[in-house]
């Protein structure tokens, strides 16, 4: 975890000796937010796990699980979002609490079969393409090394280096088939390669989360009107509906102010902006159903 960097930290932490050759993600990431560059020094000094030989290692700790958390995120973005659309619809056209929740939780349940496969089908789809990549790299690694030195050569070349900058660089890597392969998935492909601790499960677990999340937040509005299904306000106002707004309203925030940590955007900028968006959709549902609602009504009467 971060934590604050005090005056004088680098400079006692190089004399006593307690730094060591790696890297502090959380704290590299603060100090470039404070763009605070003996920060960035300290950061790039600390944390390591001893390697072969006792030796220290440069370590990055990347938060596992994030990519979950970011479609849980997403996906209950998505949820709560089109629940309420479909919640302001019905509204707008002066339908009943039973047809809100009928309707609502039909769309809820078909929206997060349809978020959680598709998320599934394209996750799956990329693993497939990028292993599938990274198999004929390393077929041609072992079949016909020199075409994937020259190849390699020529991609810096272009980038700028020396011919003979180059070729010591890449001649230097092909020493090292994996790390060559790796290499070149980046630079020639523009894909990340997989590792082999790398969670073959990932696909089928992003789409659990991203069913979860839409399923959870996208009952928020829905929940508002089981809750006040029995109760009379005694109002021609659509208190359930206003409740309902309300609660919509503040989850979509924080779920906004949340996908800022994956944006790289302001906190209350980007929550706000999602509140923005979600009053929009909810504006426009209402509209169409209050203007249908007008329409159907006029022609029934004739």
Sequence with gaps: MSRPIAEGDVELALQDGSVSPSRDLDLAK???????????????SIGGNPGVDGALVATEMHAKGGEFIKSMVFGGLDGIITTFAIV??????????????????????ADAISMGLGDFISEKAEMDYVAAEQRRENWEMENYPEGEVKEMIEIYEARGMTTEDATTVINVLAKYPKIMVDTMMVEELGLLPQGDDDDKYAAHKKACVTFGS??????????????FFTVDFQTDIPVTFIIASVATAITLFILGAAKA???????????????????????????????????LGGVEGC
């Design 214 to 227: 839409f399923i959870l937040f996208g009952s928020v509005p829905l929940l508002v009107y089981v809750s």
């Design 261 to 295: 940590r994956f944006t790289k955007q302001n906190t209350l900028k980007s929550g706000l902006w999602m509140l923005l968006n979600g009053t929009f959709a909810a504006s426009s549902a209402y509209l169409v159903g209050y203007v249908l609602d007008l329409i």
């Design 88 to 109: 302001a619809a019905v509204e707008g056209g002066h339908l009943s609490q039973s047809t809100v929740i009928l309707m609502g939780f039909a769309n809820l349940i």
């Design 30 to 44: 603060k100090a470039f937010s404070d763009k605070n560059r003996e920060a960035s020094r300290l950061a790039h």
